[in-house]
């Protein structure tokens, strides 16, 4: 059993990886299609790299639930902390990283994508084989937190707050 959730959780970190990659081109590949806005980056600014990262972390999640969900009662409250966790990763290793340095590289910035990736599915594999966070209520409390964390990576592409986690550092400009 162990096994195969390693395997799920792998597979689930390179998909993560791979379509939050792809998902940074959509947007101007589309030709700045509104639907493409939704679930890929619409700009360069650190909230828009968040979602990058919670988009197919979420697809995935779908596919993952489904298959496997009866196995892990603890699955939506898990994948919720892990969720939080890898988006929260992002900011703090951009913030930290830039902070030190005065300035960011294009590979730490990819760094910080992947480490914040893999950070999501280790803590994710950590704590399901654990068997914590079983109750009815925990897994309501994570199914909202998900839809809750979808919904806001939406509304705030096209109504960002005034604060610099949403501000484009190359335009100074907000959402699109």
Not at 92 to 121: E, N, P, S
Request: charged content about 10%; proline content about 3%; some cysteine.
């Amino acid at each position: 059993m162990r096994k195969r959730l390693f395997f799920w959780e792998l597979a689930g970190f390179v998909f993560t990886g791979a379509a939050g990659t792809l998902l940074h081109f959509v947007y101007e590949w589309s030709g700045g299609s509104v639907l493409a806005a939704a679930f890929s980056a619409v700009n360069e600014s650190t909230w828009e790299h968040m979602k990058l990262l919670f988009v197919p972390l979420f697809l995935f999640s779908v596919v993952q639930v489904c298959v496997m969900g009866k196995n892990y009662p603890n699955f939506l409250a898990v994948r919720a902390v892990s969720t939080l966790a890898g988006v929260a990763l992002v900011p703090i290793l951009f913030y930290t990283y830039t902070g030190a340095l005065g300035f960011h590289v294009m590979w730490a910035d990819i760094a910080v994508f992947f480490l914040a990736d893999l950070g999501a599915f280790a803590l994710d594999f950590h704590l399901l084989g654990r068997g914590r966070f079983t109750s009815l209520w925990q897994q309501i409390l994570g199914l909202v937190v998900l839809w809750g964390l979808a919904f806001c990576f939406v509304w705030c592409t096209f109504r960002p707050v005034a604060l610099p986690l949403w501000r484009d550092p190359l335009t100074g400009r907000l959402g699109i």
